[in-house]
């Protein structure tokens, strides 16, 4: 597929990088130059200075015959009227756009999708804060995305010291959840991923990505947590797009308290939240925060616009004693420094890059997201009466390294394969992929064109 990127941040060139890699056509526009040369280092894909929104640069890269065009700019105006420039003009097929104001996402009329011909409005920023509620809302899960219409679902637990399933083996743990249906995709430790062998004893600080029906995970989440008390008392620092979201989604749930430094930003939350408590301070000053009451807080969560700042304030609440410390941060990568001197750090960027390759890769792909730093990715894909992956018995396929069959939803029953286990034709297979460089092989067991699977 041929896709113009605007935009060079860390975001878009994370894409363009990706999307260059599974061989699409990529072009990455940016107005800084030095932004387009750091990521030519990393890798080769075709880039272009200029303003993405003008007519001529989009015709220099190539938008007459572009499939797509996903506008990652800062600026909110240039994304959309880019957007409504490849539509109307070179009748570009499908548009998005990355927004930041939350006027811009709000329902009802006038629709700006409608107004500046564009197919999807993302915003990082919403993104992100959905995840914080997820969370929130369900504690001991670190990562967590839903397959076959929430049927099943997939999520990363950390194993708590003294948790339940802490020194056990994985055939104890299987024995102790034989009622449950359950995929251990699988195990990292100290950042590296671990053989999965039946004789394998958990630890302490493990990274599991495992997958179950929906209804089952918390039964699952239990054994990795050493308590499970729901999380009431949260104090939020940063009163950005992302802390006032969060905020405003759970003030009536939840006891929450919000420290915004900026005084006018602060009068803003205090004017706009109902019944979170505003506070104007610095998450940095000790004082502040042991008259907060920082002990008897369930939650610290750090949603500054800095992800230094939010790793450090993060690091000070868990040594005022928070009982679960969450830091934003932007770069994958920064998630595996901190992840041993915070609970929980989650990567906009990340996050971001999952909704745009679900939404790329629609079709007969029906679900894409992207895990663990984005080192690995799970799929969801329809199979077809002429997919290869319908002709043998599971345990006959022979997949490659790097590719498993987690599950298939067959008429709503979700079904864990065993060996004997044969993928129909209609089967909705979840795809396990933890190698991102084997998604050709997926592309073959499934005779998905590249437009779909990149």
């Avoid at 005022?320 to 929980?344: F, K, M, W």
């Avoid at 895990?371 to 002709?391: D, Y």
């Amino acid at each position: 597929m041929k896709i113009i990127i605007l935009g060079a941040g860390q975001i878009g060139s994370a894409l363009a990088i990706g999307l260059a890699r599974e061989n699409h056509d990529i072009t990455l526009i940016d107005l800084k130059e030095q932004h387009l040369k750091n990521v030519q280092q990393r890798e080769d894909l075709r880039t272009l200075n200029g303003n993405g929104a003008h007519p001529l640069i989009l015709e220099r890269a190539g938008i007459e015959d572009a499939d797509m065009l996903v506008g990652l700019t800062e600026s909110d105006e240039v994304n959309m009227v880019a957007c409504r420039v490849a539509r109307e003009r070179y009748n570009t097929t499908r548009c998005i756009a990355r927004v930041r104001s939350s006027e811009y996402l709000k329902s009802g009329e006038p629709d700006m999708t409608d107004i500046m011909s564009i197919d999807l409005l993302i915003s990082p920023e919403l993104i992100a804060a959905k995840h914080v509620e997820r969370l929130v809302r369900r504690p001991g899960i670190l990562h967590s995305v839903e397959f076959s219409d929430g049927l099943a679902e997939l999520v990363a637990v950390r194993i708590q010291p003294g948790a339940p399933a802490a020194g056990r083996t994985l055939d104890n743990l299987y024995s102790e959840l034989s009622d449950i249906q359950i995929y251990i995709a699988a195990i990292y430790r100290d950042e590296q991923i671990v053989p999965l062998d039946e004789e394998l004893r958990l630890r302490a600080h493990d990274e599991i990505f495992l997958l179950a029906r929906q209804d089952q995970i918390e039964t699952i989440v239990h054994q990795a947590r050493k308590d499970t008390d729901p999380i009431r008392h949260i104090l939020i620092a940063g009163g950005g797009n992302v802390g006032f979201s969060v905020a405003s989604r759970l003030e009536y749930s939840h006891r929450i308290k919000l420290i915004e430094n900026d005084v006018r930003r602060a009068r803003y939350l205090a004017e706009h939240l109902e019944k979170a408590l505003v506070i104007q301070g610095d998450a940095f000053d000790e004082r502040l925060m042991q008259n907060e009451n920082i002990r008897e807080m369930d939650m610290f969560c750090a949603l500054t616009n800095n992800e230094e700042s939010n790793v450090l304030a993060a690091m000070g609440a868990r040594r005022l004693g928070a009982t679960t410390t969450l830091a934003l941060v932007n770069r994958p990568s920064y998630i595996n420094l901190v992840t041993r001197t915070i609970d929980i750090a989650i990567s906009r960027q990340q996050d971001t890059l999952s909704e745009l390759l679900a939404y790329i890769r629609r079709g007969e792909v029906l679900a894409a997201h992207s895990l663990h730093r984005g080192n690995a990715e799970a799929l969801e894909i329809q199979a077809k009466e002429t997919s290869p992956i319908t002709e043998k018995p599971c345990g006959k396929l022979k997949l490659p390294e790097g590719i498993d069959i987690a599950a298939l939803s067959r008429e709503g029953e979700l079904i864990i394969p065993n060996p004997a286990t044969q993928v129909q034709p209609g089967d909705r297979v979840i795809m396990f992929v933890s190698n991102k460089r084997r998604m050709r092989d997926v592309e073959t067991l499934f005779q998905v064109s590249a437009t779909f699977l990149g």
